[in-house]
């Protein structure tokens, strides 16, 4: 038996392996979005018709189906709503718990949800003043932004 792989019972026999494999995502028409997190910029959308501001990039409006422009969105806002993660994928494991947030923006319709770094996790609260942060060593996910006290 190699050392990736382990017997955890044997009736009836369980066993436990790595299972790894190569996944190729496209985030075609949201690619802006996640490009523009390399430059400090936090990108959402405004409808051209219907003039709904999104805090949460799209290329359609969901109320009216048009077409929408690119805005930058400010890079500071307030706590609309927060949770408490005490469970995690694999990517977060090690910072349990963390806290999820909705940040509400100046003048934007919607919310964007983020993570809330902060290393006691505590005093959060509604309508705390928060302020962007981006990584260092962009990976092109949503997790290139993240939010900490202002």
């Known amino acids: 038996?190699?050392?990736y792989t382990r017997v955890m019972k044997t009736d009836p026999?369980?066993?436990e392996f790595d299972y790894?494999?190569?996944y190729i995502h496209s985030y075609a028409q949201d690619s802006k979005f996640f490009t523009s997190l390399g430059m400090g910029i936090l990108l959402g959308s405004e409808c051209k018709k219907c003039n709904y501001r999104y805090g949460t990039y799209r290329k359609y409006c969901m109320f009216c189906g048009s077409?929408?422009?690119?805005?930058?969105l400010p890079l500071t806002g307030k706590i609309h709503s927060f949770t408490t993660c005490y469970y995690s994928g694999e990517n977060f494991i090690n910072e349990t718990p963390y806290t999820l947030i909705l940040v509400e923006?100046?003048?934007i319709d919607s919310l964007f949800m983020s993570r809330l770094v902060n290393k006691e996790n505590k005093n959060v609260y509604i309508?705390?003043?928060v302020r962007a942060k981006f990584r260092r060593l962009q990976k092109f996910d949503v997790?290139?932004?993240y939010f900490v006290p202002a």
């Open 105 to 107: 923006f100046e003048g």
């Open 143 to 145: 997790n290139d932004v």
């Open 1 to 3: 038996m190699d050392r």
């Open 127 to 129: 309508g705390m003043p």
């Open 67 to 72: 077409e929408t422009d690119d805005i930058n």
């Open 13 to 15: 026999l369980v066993k």
């Open 20 to 22: 790894n494999i190569e």
